[in-house]
């Protein structure tokens, strides 16, 4: 079983399953070589998270549930009982990947279900890769419709800002944030995009701009530094960006330097909006229950194998920020857009059929 990344909408898919095996794009070559790696386990995948070669919360729920039927397809176990502790230890190791993007637990948590609905060996791998496959085929059809109710709230002519990557790559194929940009353009309207680099990773210049640039539409790339300048020149209209989990109250977790966007796009009057789908929701947690990620001090102190920090001094670098409800205009998700007031508005959303 095998999703068809030949026929992707724009000819990038970031991860497929293949013959018992996963296939991605290694994020990190980006945007010099654009190359396809081999997950043969789920400890290739946990890996493949970890290092940022996927990334991107629609893209690692993914991840996470095929690398949990990886986990099924090479058990050797022969009864129901040791292949379900063989997927709830592979579970444990995948979730601790990445603390703050709520998909990847909820795509392991489907997996995890699915399988446990069957009694034979068997039926558990193949309804467990089954599950898998039929996430990443829904993620664009998901992807689609969320893109087709962010386009209504673009104009012709429009500058859009966007900030990290919540594109193609952040998903199986379409995208958030740039599935909206690829519905407006799809729609006819012109549009041009402004992409921020997105220190210290660079995802806004190695693959927002890459992906830009692939699919031929108009983007400049500007440094984080400039977001206030363009927006006091009146030189944005929208900004539209993704996220890694979304509380029922409407705060917004995503790529560290969103709240600083939100809050200049806020002081200028520029609608600043969340495209997400429904999966990236967290419904149950608080702010106080949300870890944040720090990565290395190595992204800080190093462009590259070049130094560009002291050594000894020390680095503080948080994945993440959270963007208060009240900086957001709307959540772009595949069933509408929402508006404040967010927790009513957000329990009515999923409440509806």
């Known amino acids: 079983m095998a999703i068809d990344h030949n026929s992707s909408p724009n000819g990038l898919t970031t991860i497929f399953w293949d013959n018992d095996s996963v296939k991605l794009i290694d994020q990190t070559k980006l945007p010099e070589k654009l190359q396809t790696i081999t997950c043969f386990t789920y400890l290739d995948v946990a890996e493949s998270i970890k290092r940022l070669a996927i990334r991107g919360a629609p893209a690692i729920g993914v991840a996470a549930a095929m690398g949990l039927a990886l986990c099924a397809v090479k058990s050797t176990s022969s009864t129901k009982a040791k292949i379900m502790d063989e997927l709830k230890s592979a579970y444990k190791i995948l979730l601790k990947t990445r603390p703050t993007a709520i998909n990847l637990k909820w795509g392991l948590d489907v997996v995890l279900e699915e399988a446990e ?23 664009i059809a998901i992807n689609r419709k969320l893109g087709r109710f962010g386009s209504d709230l673009i104009k012709d002519g429009d500058v859009v800002m966007t900030h990290c990557n919540a594109g193609a790559l952040a998903t199986v194929s379409y995208g958030t944030a740039l599935g909206v940009i690829r519905s407006v353009k799809e729609s006819g309207k012109k549009i041009s995009v402004i992409a921020t680099e997105t220190r210290p990773v ?61 809050l200049l ?52 670098n948080p994945a993440f920020d959270l963007t208060p409800p009240e900086l957001i205009a709307g959540i772009i998700t595949e069933k509408g857009v929402i508006v404040p007031p967010y927790e009513k508005n957000v329990k009515a959303l999923f409440n509806s059929p």
């Open 117 to 139: 609905k069957y009694e034979s060996v068997e039926d558990i791998k193949k309804f467990a890769v089954a599950c898998a496959v039929r996430m990443s085929q829904e993620d």
């Open 202 to 262: 660079m995802q806004g210049s190695r693959l927002t701009a890459f992906e830009l640039v692939h699919d031929e539409i108009d983007v400049s790339l500007v440094p984080d530094t400039a977001v206030g300048y363009l927006m006091a020149n009146k030189m944005i209209d929208k900004v539209i960006v993704g996220a890694d989990r979304i509380l029922k109250s409407g705060h917004v977790y995503n790529k560290i330097g969103t709240y600083q966007v939100a």
């Open 265 to 316: 796009s806020k002081s200028h009057g520029i609608p600043f909006y969340v495209a997400a789908p429904l999966s990236t929701f967290d419904l149950c947690s608080e702010t106080s229950d949300i870890t944040i990620e720090e990565r290395s001090v190595e992204e800080v102190t190093k462009i590259g194998d070049k130094r560009i920090a002291p050594a000894g001094v020390r680095i503080f």
